[in-house]
């Protein structure tokens, strides 16, 4: 039995050994060109302007077949809009009614990578889930230049919304990515990020009967360096 433990965790022991030694961390950084998209509280559709971001962090590749790896990591990453004020279902006809909406998110991405050799590096295709959470936020009013910390709440109630003093969205968002870049022989890659968020973050509001709906989506451009 003794002899049966001992052969089974060193099976472990080497079988961990070797996944270490396959995986590869990078780090990965870049601008964000961010927008919301979705439905006002009156049903109209919400034409929004695109804010620039960033996103920073660091990233882990696991090789699944040739070619092929699983892709994750974590990132820092700004997300947001310009919008008009409480978020009618059209712009303001003047510009000094404007807000923008600025989210920072800590991000996990799911991808699939394929990365086959082309050239003297690497090709890098990709696609795959991410979820997130926001971590801070707010809105700049353009005309006064006021300032409002964003409440990360799934539900509130009529009463804290109807005051406007408090901007509410929801924590968690999820979505879906596709990129494309290159990589070089010394492990440098640049790559173009498209993203498209799938859940409703707007909080919901009891008692109130207007079910307004916004979406992230943006894409950005990122950098890496993979060790």
Not at 30 to 48: E, L, S, W
């Amino acid at each position: 039995m003794k002899a049966r433990i001992f052969s089974l965790v060193a099976i472990l022991a080497l079988s961990v050994t070797a996944l270490q030694a396959q995986v590869s961390f990078g780090v990965a950084a870049g601008p964000n060109f961010q927008n919301m998209v979705g439905k006002g509280a009156y049903g109209a559709k919400i034409t929004n302007g695109m804010i620039i971001g960033f996103h920073v962090g660091v990233t882990a590749s696991i090789p699944v077949a040739p070619d092929f790896f699983f892709q994750t990591g974590l990132l820092f990453s700004q997300k947001g809009s310009k919008n008009n004020l409480f978020m009618y279902g059209k712009k303001s006809s003047s510009e000094e009614y404007y807000n923008n909406t600025r989210i920072s998110y800590i991000e996990l991405p799911l991808h699939l990578l394929y990365s086959p050799e082309l050239g003297n590096g690497r090709l890098r295709l990709g696609f795959g889930p991410y979820i997130a959470y926001g971590i801070a936020g707010k809105q700049t009013f353009t005309y006064d230049l006021e300032e409002i910390k964003i409440q990360f709440k799934n539900v509130i109630d009529i009463d804290e919304y109807v005051p406007w003093e408090e901007v509410y969205f929801r924590g968690f968002d999820a979505g879906a990515d596709i990129f494309a870049g290159y990589e070089f022989a010394f492990g440098l890659y640049a790559q173009l990020n498209a993203q498209l968020g799938l859940l409703n973050i707007m909080t919901d509001i009891t008692g109130w009967d207007y079910e307004p709906n916004l979406k992230n989506t943006g894409f950005g451009v990122s950098v890496g360096y993979n060790f």
